[in-house]
């Protein structure tokens, strides 16, 4: 039997900011892509109340039933605990460097870094007197995922976004025809209807009649960029083009790298991971250089004609990063913006403060944009909904 750690080495109990490491503990599990959740914090918390904390393998034993439910995540929750709760003197508990665990969470590092106050002369302040647990859980996990970008989640945050693009409302955007129905509200006399109804009366005009102009569901379709730039934000910005095909009828998606390739057939399928990884196989260029002003060129003449009929709307996502001409991809843009009705440029580097278009292939599409919205998170979507519905319009 393995003999119990001594006291002094082990820095849970010692340290007294045991709830506040425990927290951080989950926050980093769950930057691993491990699901964690506060009811399972809450447990553990529990659990350490009837186990000896002095046996390191005991708490080791209580964590690991508590937070892992799948046989994946084992190896990598060893590795987590390990570094995490480190046993170091109680005297000095600096923090813990997680540089060589997080790699693909470049944030990471600061943010799940462990809690250390030592030294008798650091004075609490008002903020620190707060109960650690309910100020943390005050703030909804949901408004921080709604914020955070694409390119720094977790897999498992990933996976909620998922679940939220497939439960994000998208009204279609409509176009007034000229086509009129009978509208007793309409703005045009019916003068048809009028005097059928008033042969009853004589044919005094004792009942107007009105019609209204008829409203069609626009046509949407979506260019997205594929190309190794934009290969952290692909992934999900296919399962963007797949909530947009499931909620709207008519929705034309193509994605490009050095070539243009239509998808919008594969996303027609009921599994949302299926149409994506069909998706994926029906590209060759996936990650490849870009050559926006070809792709364009290539949509304009072989497919524009068909796709583009009755005021179509069109969105090209990209960061417009460009190996291509740019007189060329002047030229495809502005063929591109007379063809359709409105025309919207979504780049996911427009979601940082410090971002400006300087790029060749930025300055040569935005001549000929209506619309320039990030795409770099879910707000950023939900802000496209009301711009494609009409109830908020942005200008780049």
């Known amino acids: 039997m393995t003999s119990p750690l001594p006291t002094t080495q082990y820095p849970i109990p010692a340290s007294g900011h045991l709830l506040p490491n425990i927290v951080h503990f989950g926050r980093l599990l769950r930057a691993l892509g491990i699901p964690v959740t506060p009811a399972q914090m809450l447990d553990f918390v529990a659990a350490l109340e009837v186990v000896d904390l002095r046996r390191r393998e005991d708490v080791q034993e209580s964590a690991r039933a508590i937070f892992v439910s799948r046989r994946e995540h084992l190896e990598l929750f060893d590795e987590a605990f390990a570094l995490f709760w480190r046993a170091r003197p109680t005297s000095h508990l600096p923090p813990i460097d997680l540089g060589t665990l997080l790699k693909r969470q470049p944030a990471a590092e600061e943010q799940y870094r462990l809690i250390s106050r030592t030294g008798a002369d650091k004075q609490p302040s008002a903020e620190e007197d707060e109960p650690f647990v309910d100020k943390l859980f005050a703030a909804s996990e949901q408004e921080v995922l709604r914020h955070k970008d694409f390119a720094r989640m977790s897999d498992y945050e990933l996976a909620q976004?998922?679940?939220?693009?497939?439960?994000?409302?998208?009204?279609?955007?409509?176009?007034?025809?000229?086509r009129r129905r009978p509208d007793g509200r309409g703005d045009q006399l019916d003068l048809r209807r009028t005097f059928r109804q008033n042969l009853r009366y004589g044919g005094e005009a004792l009942r107007l009649a009105h019609r209204q102009r008829k409203s069609r569901v626009r046509r949407l379709v979506v260019l997205c960029d594929i190309s190794g730039s934009m290969d952290r934000y692909a992934r999900v910005l296919l399962q963007f083009l797949y909530g947009l095909s499931r909620s709207l009828d008519q929705v034309e998606a193509f994605v490009f790298s050095t070539r243009l390739t239509r998808i919008t057939r594969q996303l027609q399928r009921h599994n949302i991971d299926d149409a994506v990884d069909q998706a994926a196989k029906s590209v060759h260029d996936w990650a490849g250089g870009t050559r926006i002003g070809e792709a364009i060129h290539a949509f304009n003449f072989e497919w524009g004609r068909r796709v583009l009929g009755q005021g179509a709307l069109v969105i090209v996502i990209s960061d417009g990063w460009d190996r291509g001409e740019p007189a060329q991809l002047d030229a495809e843009m502005e063929r591109l913006h007379r063809s359709c009705h409105r025309l919207i440029w979504l780049n996911p580097l427009l979601g940082s403060p410090t971002y400006q278009p300087l790029?060749?292939?930025?300055?040569?599409?935005?001549?000929?944009?209506?619309?320039?919205?990030?795409?770099?998170?879910?707000?950023?979507?939900?802000?496209?909904?009301?711009?494609?519905?009409?109830?908020?319009?942005e200008h780049g």
């Open 161 to 178: 976004v998922k679940e939220f693009m497939q439960a994000l409302a998208w009204q279609p955007p409509l176009r007034r025809t000229h």
């Open 359 to 393: 790029t060749r292939g930025i300055q040569a599409a935005l001549p000929h944009v209506d619309d320039f919205l990030p795409v770099h998170n879910l707000v950023s979507l939900e802000q496209l909904a009301e711009v494609l519905t009409g109830k908020k319009r």
